[in-house]
């Protein structure tokens, strides 16, 4: 990963080895993400210590999962909103077309339950859903191109909820199934194919008979060792699997903005009249970004939701988790990719599962009943009670919380983390004079 | 024209051949494809059923075509100020109308306490009209007053900000009023209104309506005419109508932006109220987020009627409800709101300024 | 710095013909610009009824007229803003009418704005490198491919390079790390002036580039515009000002009412009677 370009300025001694670490976080991309993410990882292990090793690495595993998935969402929609500037709220829908697509594509023609599917192998699932996905990218991006940001995202989000709702329609199922012999399952979904992740550690994914590999590491970590349950292991290796996928993203898209492709997303973005007066073909260049982001957007659906074991259109692709992406995009500051990374990172940790878990922790040390409603809670006119309500009941209460921090952040700090931060888009460095530097590549 | 736009001579060619199907069908006819049959009154109900909701959708597109024009930005809270004026309505018609047959703080969460209340607990216009009119009325006044202190704390200080950034600041406040909803008032969907015999009348074509959808089609065109004659009769309504129609010519001429400011929200955050009042009067039950599902339809007959049209978010809105009922004519009833939402693109790729966009006068 | 046309006027001999005989001697192939019977209406109001003239390569023709004469509409005919109700727009004999701004861009005819419209968001630098046309790091599949992405990283330094010689010529070479929004209203009409340049083009058509200029900056400007021009550039120039239209371009073309009033070199305008009696009161 690239190095921010910092002017050198005097150099100083930090004042301890905390200082230091914090200075070269702050220089280095790498280096702010595992902080951050080693600063969750000590918050989450002081509060659930308590419960055992076991509940603190699946806490962990969870809120590894959750941060990577989230953040390579807002990674696509980066390439979207904070490059092009074209305000996409129809994510849920194209990460729904890249999962359902590859449900349909590897399920087997004749399955036990569930709708069946063409029986392929999973790779071919996956491209084809990162295909349909940037497909229907095209589709949506062909007409809408011209309109007003918020026009077009009306439209996008009318989209969205067009491809949820047709997705749980019971009629579509069947005709489908009729047509071409494949099916979505309607409202109640589909069954997800086996997670690959799973036969490396055991054979054929049965538990009981593990590979060498799942030998070693359920001998070192699991039952042999350390007694971390084996299912929570696998899950750390999907996290692995993510992790590599996210590297994946992060190179793909610091490539195509550090380049004149990215240049003229940024120009379009600020003025497209200059753009288009430079000799730039703007529609063509929408629709190839669209599109791009859409197949992004589908392989981050499969890697998210094709590893649950189970999708349905609702609630999983309602239209508030395209406002949940946001948010994360938001956070960590529109524009440079690595605050997408933060961004997804800190909102999932923090603000999508954290307060939850410190709610439940909370209620734990209160010792007294929970009312069964607000009305009741108000009108025991007794704090303790009121707080174990209010403890007991902190899902919504975290929804509201999340709202005003997005207000806060509309308001204070629209830029978010790392906003601030405008990156070049080049592929050599434009920060000295040539022949100071010599020419060198920044990769 | 049409050489010109060919969308639009798609459009309209589905629209005269969807046209020409409908009376084969009602004639009993098949041509082809074409025709079928389908009964007048079944089509005749899907039209009244289509117009009562329309007339609802309507009533709460006002609000939001007001703030859109004269505040500049898409609210996305605004679903959630229906769902407030629904339970704050319907929590003063239930203290009204069972005061006395379970405990208040049920009554006022309108069921919120589960298991404390014996038995159905429920309004009917029939049965408890004084409940029924003053939910309406404190409906619309404490979200009218809502709305305002929302705008105070939350968007005032955006005022001078770009139309994107109150957008997302308004999904915000809608996670902020929704979630709160939830937290007071529970999760779970509770039915609100009393069965009571004989209030089903036939009318004409063997349409068959309900004393409530009536109920709800009268207080609609009511609070409707009341807005007319208040944007076409005074002064203030005046000021809104420039407002909507040119801010920049307005505000030239010396009128007081705040004021009018203030009336869009008091009005429109009010008529949002009531209609979600009317919308769950017209459904029987009441769920925490059902105005955040209806948002996008709302915002569907905004758009057609033409952002910035007073009239036209009604004729949209009953336009986008009587789509919404009648597309079960030709497609399944799983695609309702899909093509109410397709009408809505198409509206925006072909004709963006709506029905009545860009015609002066509300 | 240097262009690689060829100077248009092959054989045309020194002759006491008049500016406009002249034009007219040439074929109209080897005029960068040529404009025929231009017009463009809208709704009821005609902003530009027939509009014909030609400009020659290598020239500083100047375009000037009252406050609605029509020059704007005239200029984005030409460059593909406006589609022409009527008329035709020739670039080097080729047609270019009624295509997009960004076709005509690539063929060679570009403009500046009369409000600059640098991207404030990038640095000078970078708004420099925005420019040039058909670079090969603007396919998405070449910028991110290992072995393709090596020739991006090559041709990037060439560019940077001539960006760097291109921001020396204008001497505002000191700015190339700034961000252009936080430039000076007189170096940002440099930085549109260096941008345009960028896309190696045949003509520039400067839409009041002066305005808003303080002189010194304005000598300067015109300094690298003759300079620019005796390399083969072809200018057409839309200004305010009379005396630096009157002093700098050899041939000018006055507009009125949406029309040709008149054409020649400074002295013939100036002695004009329907030029004169058309800015009534103003100095020539």
């Not at chain 1, 359920?218 to 993510?242: E, H, K, R």
């Not at chain 1, 259109?313 to 997408?340: D, H, K, M, R």
């Not at chain 2, 117009?51 to 996305?76: D, K, Q």
């Amino acid at each position: 990963m690239s190095d921010d370009t910092a002017t050198p300025d005097s150099i100083e001694t930090p004042d301890s080895a905390l200082g230091a670490v914090l200075d070269a976080a702050k220089r280095s991309d790498l280096g702010l993400v595992l902080l951050t993410l080693g600063l969750i990882y000590l918050a989450a292990t002081v509060l659930t210590f308590s419960n055992g090793l076991n509940s603190v690495v699946g806490l962990l595993r969870t809120l590894t999962f959750l941060g990577l998935v989230y953040a390579l969402s807002a990674l696509a929609l980066n390439l979207h909103w904070g490059y092009t500037g074209l305000f996409n709220i129809g994510v849920a829908g194209f990460m729904a077309i890249g999962v359902y697509t590859m449900g349909m594509v590897v399920r087997s023609p004749d399955p036990a339950f569930g709708p069946p599917g063409l029986g392929l192998p999973l790779p071919v699932g996956i491209v084809a859903g990162m295909a349909m996905a940037s497909l229907f990218g095209l589709v949506a991006a062909l007409p809408a191109l011209r309109l007003k940001a918020d026009y077009f995202a009306i439209v996008t989000l009318g989209i969205s909820e067009i491809i949820r709702l047709t997705l749980q329609s019971s009629a579509f199922d069947t005709g489908l199934r009729e047509t071409l012999a494949i099916g979505t399952g309607g409202g109640r979904g589909m069954g997800m194919p086996d997670n690959p992740v799973r036969s490396l550690f055991l054979v054929d994914g049965q538990a009981g008979t593990p590979t060498a590999l799942g030998e070693f590491v359920f001998g070192t970590f699991g039952d042999g060792g350390l007694g971390i349950a084996n299912n929570i292991l696998i899950g750390w290796g999907y996290v692995v699997v993510l992790a590599v996928f996210l590297v994946g993203f992060y190179v793909l898209l610091e490539r195509l903005g550090r380049s004149p492709f990215g240049r003229n997303l940024k120009a379009i973005r600020e003025d497209e009249l200059v753009a288009d007066s430079l000799g730039k073909n703007v529609d063509l260049i929408k629709i190839k970004v669209f599109m791009i982001g859409c197949a992004l957007m589908g392989l981050a659906g499969i890697l998210w939701f094709g590893s649950q074991g189970n999708v349905s259109p609702t609630p999983q692709f309602e239209p508030i988790l395209t406002f949940y992406i946001f948010v994360a995009v938001i956070v960590g500051g529109s524009g440079s990719n690595t605050g997408s990374v933060l961004g997804g990172i800190v909102f999932a940790a923090v603000l999508f599962e954290g307060p939850r878990r410190v709610g439940s922790v909370l209620r734990d040390t209160i010792d007294a009943q929970t009312p069964p409603t607000f009305a009741d809670a108000v009108l025991t006119l007794d704090p303790t009670a009121m707080l174990a309500f209010a403890t007991d009941n902190i899902a919504p209460l975290q929804f509201v919380l999340l709202g005003l921090v997005l207000i806060f952040i509309m308001h204070r700090r629209p830029q978010g983390l790392l906003g601030d931060r405008i990156e070049t888009a080049a592929a050599v460095d434009l920060s000295g004079r040539a022949g100071d530097r010599g020419g060198e590549a920044d990769e | 024209m049409f050489r010109e736009r060919p969308g639009l001579a798609v459009v309209t060619l589905v629209g005269l051949l969807l046209c020409v199907d409908l009376l084969a069908k009602l004639a009993g006819l098949g041509v082809g494809p074409l025709g079928g049959s389908l009964s007048v009154s079944r089509l005749g109900s899907n039209l009244w059923n289509g117009l009562v909701i329309g007339l609802v959708i309507g009533l709460a597109g006002i609000g939001l075509s007001m703030t859109y024009s004269i505040l500049n930005f898409a609210n996305f809270s605004h679903g959630d100020l229906v769902s407030t004026g629904a339970f704050a309505g319907w929590g003063v018609a239930f203290v009204i109308a069972a005061a006395g047959q379970a405990p208040l703080r049920a009554l006022a969460t309108v069921r919120g306490a589960s298991d404390t209340t014996p038995g159905e607990i429920g309004a009917h216009v029939l049965s408890t009209p004084l409940a029924i009119l003053l939910g309406l009325v404190a409906a619309f006044c404490l979200t009218a007053a809502i709305a305002l202190a929302l705008d105070r704390a939350f968007y005032k200080p955006m005022r001078d900000r770009g139309s994107i950034a109150l957008l997302i600041a308004s999904v915000g406040v809608a996670l902020v009023v929704r979630y709160l909803i939830q937290f007071v008032y529970g999760a779970s969907r509770r039915g609100v209104t009393a069965s009571v015999d004989g209030d089903t009348l036939i009318g004409p074509l063997g349409i068959s309506a309900t004393v409530h959808q009536i109920t709800i089609a009268v207080a609609a065109i009511g609070l409707m005419l009341a807005m007319h004659y208040m944007l076409q009769r005074t002064k203030l309504g005046t000021a809104m109508r420039a407002m909507a129609d040119n801010k920049d010519l307005a505000l030239i001429t010396g009128i007081p932006a705040e004021r009018v400011v203030t009336a869009t929200w008091i009005l429109g955050g009010g008529l949002a109220g009531a209609s979600g009042y009317l919308y769950v009067l017209l459904r029987g039950t009441i769920q925490f987020d059902f105005g955040w599902t209806l948002l996008l339809l709302i915002f569907a007959a905004v758009i057609l009627g033409g952002i910035g049209s007073i009239y036209g978010a009604i004729a949209g809105g009953v336009i986008i409800g009587i789509v919404f009922t009648t597309s079960t004519v030709w497609i399944s009833s799983d695609f309702n709101s899909a093509a109410a939402f397709a009408v809505m693109i198409l509206v925006l790729l072909l004709r963006p300024e709506g029905l009545f966009g860009g015609v002066s006068t509300a | 710095m240097s262009k690689s046309e060829a100077d248009a006027e092959p054989g045309a001999a020194e002759s006491m013909d008049s500016p406009v005989e002249q034009a007219a001697q040439q074929t109209p192939a080897s005029l960068p610009l040529r404009v025929d019977g231009l017009a463009k209406q809208f709704g009821g109001i005609t902003a530009v009824d027939g509009v014909s003239f030609e400009v020659e390569a290598g020239s500083l023709t100047g375009l000037i007229g009252p406050n609605g004469a029509g020059k704007s509409t005239t200029f984005n005919c030409i460059t593909g803003v406006h589609e022409p109700t009527a008329g035709h727009v020739y670039l080097d004999g080729e047609e270019i009418t009624g295509l997009a701004p960004y076709e005509i861009a690539q063929r060679g005819l570009v403009r500046t704005f009369q409000i600059a419209r640098e991207l404030s968001e990038m640095t000078v630098l970078e708004n420099l490198m925005l420019a040039p046309k058909n670079q090969l790091g603007e396919s998405a599949l070449r910028s991110v491919l290992p072995g393709l992405r090596d020739d991006v990283v090559d041709q990037e330094q060439e560019l940077r390079e001539r960006a760097w010689e291109t921001l020396d010529f204008f001497e505002i070479d000191h700015l190339a790390t700034e961000y252009a929004g936080t430039l000076s209203g007189g170096q940002r009409k440099l930085l549109e002036m260096a941008r345009v340049l960028m896309t190696d083009p045949e003509v520039v058509l400067l839409d009041e580039p002066l305005a808003g200029v303080n002189p010194t900056l304005e000598e300067k400007l015109l300094d690298r515009i003759h300079d620019l021009r005796a390399e083969g550039y072809t200018f057409l120039f839309v200004e305010h000002d009379m005396d630096v239209i009157m002093n700098n371009c050899e041939r000018i073309i006055v507009m009125h009412q949406g029309r040709v009033l008149a054409e020649g070199s400074a002295e013939e305008i100036r002695n004009n009677e329907q030029v004169i009696e058309a800015y009534l009161g103003e100095d020539i």
